[in-house]
């Protein structure tokens, strides 16, 4: 799971009161309670969040007279507690589902093709491209986008006067801005499934993908996969690692540029109140569109529902630009209905607009079944060689997608 809060202020008490409180409904399955609509959703971080979720669903529950059940469920132990529930036939008839494992659910038969209802109802272009299509498998969707989050550059103003708009100038400024063993210009990407997260980004920028078009192949060993993995050796150069492996580097000063979240914004403004840092756009490629990546949950119906006309009511309610406004309020993150998000107003967010911007040409994830085999195990392991032990990534990258191949689209 991925980090994906934009930052939001949650006393310690009230994470204790949430704790304790657990649920306000059973959430005991579908057709337990005929008289019920179950639905899980990820434990709130403050008691605000948890009762604005009490609001739209009363009025849910006035509008349709039918009472429904939520449980709140942690985070942490939220896909375990999904799965266990489906194994013993107990899970509820809607919940919340993380973006990249809608493509293995849907594989295993356990979700609603919902594709005609929301063609009759809000229809896909209510939705920001990339978080729409986290739920689009083989042509058919299999959820609706709750919310959104990406990754943009952060830079440090003391350093850095105007952002780079492409890798020339981000090269240069790297060289112009490192300090030996004072000054790193890059904090890097991370290493493992969370580097390899945020590499399509760079991919992506430099006109590349993952996987092709019609999701048959990897492809994310060609020229621009190269291209990106370079630039981050390059970066590297002029980023001493004891500078940006650093506790707090960036919000100490110690880095000039660091590719992060909105979950990043609140922590330093309110730790390093010195700190005078901006926000801009992925630099892309000279001749390409700067790209990132999306992150975020869907709400998905299960196929053995016995309520399945009101489950999708209810998650067309929680995803309407109403409720979608709502919700970014909830979960802490970005609105992924396109007119909610502009009801909130993040364009005029100094912080929060250039994320926004990002959302605008974020990609998703393949959304293939085991996709997140080979973010962890294979691209993760590449950049890591590449990164750590100083590999050639005109060798590594192609010899990688090989294997992604082999694990993604297995011979018979």
């Not at 920028?205 to 990897?218: K, L």
Request: proline share 6%; charged share 20%.
């Amino acid at each position: 799971m991925l980090p994906r809060r934009i930052a939001v202020a949650a006393a310690v008490a009230a994470a204790a009161a949430l704790m304790l409180a657990g649920c306000t409904g059973s959430g005991s399955g579908p057709g337990a309670d005929s008289n019920a609509l179950t639905f899980w959703a990820y434990e709130p971080n403050a008691m605000a969040q948890k009762n604005a979720m009490d609001k739209l669903v009363a009025s849910f529950e006035k509008t349709h007279k039918i009472d429904v059940k939520v449980t709140f469920v942690p985070k942490d132990g939220f896909n375990t507690k999904i799965d266990s529930s489906i194994a013993a036939g107990r899970n509820p008839d809607v919940s919340y589902l993380d973006q990249p494992l809608v493509p293995k659910f849907a594989h295993d038969g356990l979700l609603l093709d919902v594709t005609k209802q929301l063609k009759a109802g809000l229809g896909t272009d209510s939705f920001y491209p990339g978080a729409m299509n986290t739920n689009i498998i083989g042509g058919k969707v299999y959820g609706l986008p709750l919310s959104m989050t990406t990754v943009a550059l952060f830079y440090n103003k003391a350093m850095v006067s105007t952002p780079p708009a492409d890798w020339n100038a981000w090269e240069a400024s790297a060289r112009k801005t490192y300090v030996p063993n004072k000054v790193a210009a890059f904090a890097g990407i991370g290493s493992g499934g969370y580097g390899a997260w945020i590499f399509p980004a760079l991919v992506q920028s430099a006109g590349g993908s993952m996987v092709n078009s019609d999701q048959t192949a990897a492809t994310f060993g060609a020229r621009p996969g190269i291209d990106a993995a370079d630039l981050l050796v390059t970066l590297q150069k002029y980023s001493d690692q004891a500078v940006r492996e650093s506790q707090n580097a960036f919000g100490n000063g110690n880095v000039a540029y660091e590719i992060s979240g909105p979950w990043d914004v609140d922590a330093l403004k309110t730790n390093f109140p010195h700190l005078d840092f901006g926000i801009a756009p992925i630099p892309a490629e000279a001749g390409h569109q700067s790209s990132s990546v999306i992150g975020g949950e869907n709400i998905v119906i299960y196929k053995n529902t016995t309520k399945a006309k009101l489950a999708y009511e209810f998650a067309e309610y929680l995803t309407d630009p109403n409720g979608d406004a709502a919700m970014a309020g909830v979960t802490g993150d970005f609105a992924a209905n396109v007119k909610a998000a502009e009801a909130l107003g993040y364009a005029s967010d100094p912080y929060l607009g250039p994320f926004a911007k990002q959302l605008e040409t974020a990609v998703a994830r393949p959304t293939l079944t085991d996709w997140l085999k080979v973010n962890d195990e294979v691209v993760g392991k590449a950049l890591d060689d590449i990164l750590v032990t100083g590999a050639d990534p005109a060798k590594v990258l192609p010899q990688a997608q090989k294997t992604a191949d082999s694990v993604l689209f297995p011979k018979s």
